[in-house]
């Protein structure tokens, strides 16, 4: 009896270890056939089992001889590009490598000229949807979609995103910026001209992102404490504007979003009903934020029908849920026969609006903010621009179409493109080769066949750090440092493109030259369909069809600079992002700066005995934590603090700084 289960074990265990083996020999023999610079590793990366426990090994593997492991164990770490940087490209001295495991063949790349040709060649270098499984468990939406059925949601999506809701926005990011500004003061703070040291910035600024979009987007009014809803609020959307949970409901709105974001990988990883059992409070917390999430959408979509069904039209603003459910249950759309959206699609869309819409934003608010404390310099060159455009006017007063070019155009547009460029919220673009052929790419004159289904990694946070596409000079921030592309300096955003370093001439020549791929049939190349990869995919996938740099600033080269991707699958909501960015900041640093706390320190009173010399010394302690800090961010969903990790500021009235004001700190 033994004899025979034991046979079947070792048959299993041995067909097991073949095909291991055979799968990595197999992928290794295809990435040297692709020409390029390759590494083998012994599992992917990307593997659910390496994921949850490569905190164990990667530690046990770096006591083993460092020749063993040097060569691949910084690919197998989770968010390496943004940790590490241009080392590992310089080490390999390449910007385009490939990875064999046995289980998949990955290609990542830094440079700008391979960047560009796979966002522009949507079909050739699709979308790796596969990895998009925590983003569609509402239901299939435009983020998560390809092919037919992309175009299909990006036509419905697509439709709220135009310069009329773009100046909603702006007139509501002014609004809500407001908000958490008399959040942070207080009548204590308009007394004493400062804030208590603010340890909530990354909480607050996602709740300013949340009220936005949730306003602009979806017709909910969303408060921030001491706030209540106006009399004449529609009923129906009062409950998600309530701080308090509704009858009916366990939690807040807000909190339901808030909360599901935050355990969106256990909501993922656990069904319903073993989350409802689990004696944890993280269980609890995400099984309790997904079923108040759903219930909430659910009476949101069920409202939004009826309205819709009673013949009314898409209120005023985006109204995204409504502009869904027209699609399906307008009258119109009854009329016509085209693919439409089921509920499911519709509840998914919504969600990843809200996602996308929120904590990208307010990531890029948080670390803008905390830049700029850590940046005396550039934060009153900020303030000098805010006062060129607005003096003293009062921010409801302000016009978007008098002032939003003006704005983008100033140091206000150089520092959020410069945050962006540093701590993009997404830091790698997933493509994938058309699983339907093998596609030659040509990369520094030479062309290399990419075999169908090879993983794609667009490094958009190494790209916007490598300095054969960006114009440098010696770093006068971090000593030793032989460029300053890891500083944060938004005055970069005046350089021209053959003014310093290497990057300008070679970049330009390299963005210009005119190169090709050639679509393939498996296994071979085939002659028939060469495409000019220069000519963009010219569809109109709708959204906003500018730059997303201000024609007035440095405008990189196409492909090295990518932090709402590029092409036909770029952000369709980076309009009203940037106008968010614009509006909140010119608000904010009109009245305020920002500073960081030193409370670890030194108490106020200890401050105030100081000389200049002494809080100068004292500032810079607080810079060089704040810079440490903003290195440990991490990846879920987009680039954060996690962990409770946090930079401490306070907000003071311009004029009653204690340290950003002196020239002395940069
Ligand atoms: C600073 C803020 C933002 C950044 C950095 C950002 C970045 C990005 C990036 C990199 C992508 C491509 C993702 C991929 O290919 O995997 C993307 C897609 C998308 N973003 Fe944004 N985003 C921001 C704000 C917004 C806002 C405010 C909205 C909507 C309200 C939005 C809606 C979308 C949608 C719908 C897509 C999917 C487009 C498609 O695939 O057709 N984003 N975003």
């Given at each position: ?215 602009v987007g979806f017709g909910l009014r969303l408060l921030w404490p001491g706030q209540t809803l106006p009399k004449d609020i529609d009923p129906k959307l009062a409950k998600y504007g309530s701080l308090d949970a509704p009858p009916g409901y366990t939690m807040s709105f807000a909190a339901s979003v808030a909360l599901t974001l935050e355990r969106i990988v256990t909501i993922l990883l656990f069904p ?395």
């Open positions: 009896m033994a004899f025979p289960v034991l046979a079947v074990l070792c048959a299993g265990l041995g067909l097991a270890i073949y095909k291991y083996i055979s799968g990595w020999r197999r992928n290794i023999a295809k990435a040297r056939k692709t020409g390029l610079v390759y590494i083998a590793v012994p599992i992917s990366p990307i593997s659910l089992l390496w994921q949850l426990t490569f905190k164990i090994w990667v530690p046990l593997i770096q006591l083993l001889p460092r020749s063993l492991w040097e060569g691949w164990l910084f690919v197998m770490i989770p968010e390496w590009g943004y940790k590490t940087g241009q080392t590992h490209f310089d080490r390999l001295g390449t910007e385009t490598f490939v990875l064999a495991s046995p289980t998949r063949l990955m290609l990542y790349t830094q440079s700008a000229e391979v960047i560009h040709r796979m966002t522009q060649r949507r079909e050739a270098f699709p979308k790796d949807v596969a990895l998009y499984g925590i983003l569609s468990m509402f239901g299939h939406n435009v983020l998560t979609t390809e092919g037919a059925v992309w175009r299909v949601h990006r036509k419905i999506t697509s439709a709220s995103f135009n310069e009329k809701n773009a100046a909603h926005t702006f007139a509501e990011a002014i609004s809500q910026t407001r908000g958490m500004l008399d959040t942070w003061f207080g009548p204590e703070g308009e007394r004493t001209g400062t804030t208590k040291t603010i340890r909530s910035l990354e909480h607050d600024t996602m709740t300013w992102a949340l009220n936005i979009i949730g306003y319903a009903t073993v989350l409802r059992v689990l004696p944890f409070k993280w269980a609890r917390e995400a099984y309790e934020a997904k079923v108040n999430y759903l219930k909430y959408m659910d009476e949101f979509l069920r409202d939004k029908i009826e309205e819709t069904q009673g013949g009314g039209a898409p209120r005023e603003g985006m109204d995204i849920m409504g502009q869904l459910v027209q699609s399906k249950y307008g009258h119109r759309a009854a009329k016509e026969n085209g693919p439409k959206l089921d509920d499911s699609e519709i509840v998914g869309n919504a969600f990843i609006m809200t996602v996308a819409g929120h904590e990208t934003t307010a990531n890029t608010l948080h670390f803008s903010l905390v830049e700029l404390a850590t940046n005396p310099g550039a934060q009153r060159r900020l303030q000098q621009d805010i006062d060129g455009l607005f003096g003293g006017a009062d921010p409801a007063t302000w016009d978007y179409e008098k002032h939003i070019n003006a704005l983008l155009a100033s140091h206000v547009g150089a520092c959020v493109n410069e945050t962006l460029r540093l701590v993009p919220p997404v830091t790698v673009v997933p493509k994938i080769v058309s699983p339907d052929a093998d596609q030659a790419i040509r990369i520094d004159g030479r062309t290399h066949v990419l075999p169908a289904g090879m993983s794609c990694s667009l490094m958009a946070v190494c790209a916007h750090r490598n300095p054969r596409w960006w114009p440098t000079r010696p770093s006068e921030r971090t000593p030793g440092a032989p460029t300053d592309l890891d500083d944060f300096l938004p005055e970069r955003w005046y350089r021209t493109r053959d003014e310093d370093g290497a990057a300008g001439g070679g970049a330009a020549a390299a963005a210009t030259a005119t190169t090709t791929t050639t679509t393939t049939t498996k296994g071979g190349v085939a002659a028939a369909a060469v495409v000019e990869e220069d000519i963009d995919d010219r569809a109109d996938y709708g959204g906003f069809q500018g730059s997303d740099v201000s024609a007035a600033l440095y405008r990189p080269v196409r492909g090295s600079y990518i932090p709402f991707s590029d092409g036909p699958r770029s952000c369709l909501g980076r309009r009203i992002a940037m106008v968010e960015m614009g509006a909140v900041l010119a608000v904010i640093f009109q009245r305020y700066s920002i500073e960081l706390a030193v409370d670890d320190w030194a108490s106020d009173e200890q401050v105030a005995a100081m000389g200049p010399a002494e809080r100068r010394a004292l500032y810079r302690r607080a810079q060089a934590r704040s810079t440490e800090t903003i290195r440990q961010a991490d990846s879920v969903l987009t680039l954060k603090l996690h962990g409770g990790r946090h930079v401490p500021v306070r907000l003071v009235k311009r004029g009653m700084e204690r340290f950003v004001s002196d020239p002395e700190l940069v």
